[in-house]
């Protein structure tokens, strides 16, 4: 009777998490614990671009991307593929320009495009001559909407014209002063200056008329 191995996936270490790299066109897991991440580039750009008459719009640019540098190592057994399997997983999804999740430290914070993947050092089985492991080298791109935009909240201010500002009335009750009405209406008796020349008064310190309108 033929005798048929079994491939046992590769465990994880407790407590090492490994790179985990899930996309639509694929799910690859490398096994190295201990992966090198080197960030080049910006996180976000975001553009102003104006609007006439109306806010202005900030928007994702593309230029000057955060690009991510992964090297890793792909071992046989890792989520019960080879290494063959796992190197076309990641060409798949590399040609797949589809946004990916890496759950491995602060590339996790982020949406990734695989731009590129090279094996390096090779290790083969001595009889079967199938490989064993092999160092991979990822470069990513931070994924950026362009559809995205936000409003820039931007008050602009318009030239004050207080002649064209429209004024109140108040009518003149007994007893009134300026000072009493600029205390009412104010809230400080000191500008009754400004009801005097606004209603041509020379005479400020006089008692007004009952029921004289009065532009304040």
């Not at 936000?150 to 002063?177: E, F, H, I, L, N």
Request: hydrophobic share 35%.
């Amino acid at each position: 009777m033929a005798t048929v191995k079994v491939r046992k996936p590769h465990k994880p270490s407790a407590g090492h998490p490994h790179v985990k790299i899930v996309s639509t066109a694929g799910t690859v897991t490398l096994g190295t614990t201990d992966a090198k991440v080197e960030y080049d580039g910006l996180g976000s750009t975001w553009v102003e671009v104006d609007r006439p008459g109306t806010n202005s719009l900030a928007r994702r640019a593309k230029r000057n991307r955060l690009r991510a540098t992964v090297t890793a190592m792909l071992i046989d057994g890792m989520d019960g593929k080879t290494v063959n399997e796992q190197i076309k997983a990641l060409d798949l999804i590399g040609a797949s320009s589809a946004t990916c999740g890496v759950s491995y430290g602060e590339m996790a914070n982020h949406r990734w495009i695989l731009t590129d993947a090279k094996p390096s050092t090779i290790d083969r089985q001595p009889l079967t001559n199938a490989l064993k492991h092999s160092d991979i080298t990822l470069t990513f791109l931070v994924h950026v909407d362009e559809q995205l935009t936000v409003a820039v909240s931007r008050k602009k201010t318009q030239p004050s014209d207080k002649g064209s500002a429209k004024r109140k009335t108040y009518v003149v009750r007994k007893g009134d002063t300026l000072t009493k009405i600029a205390a009412r209406v104010y809230g400080n008796a000191n500008r009754w200056p400004e009801i005097a020349k606004l209603n041509g008064i020379r005479a400020p310190h006089k008692v007004l008329k009952t029921g004289r309108k009065l532009k304040v």
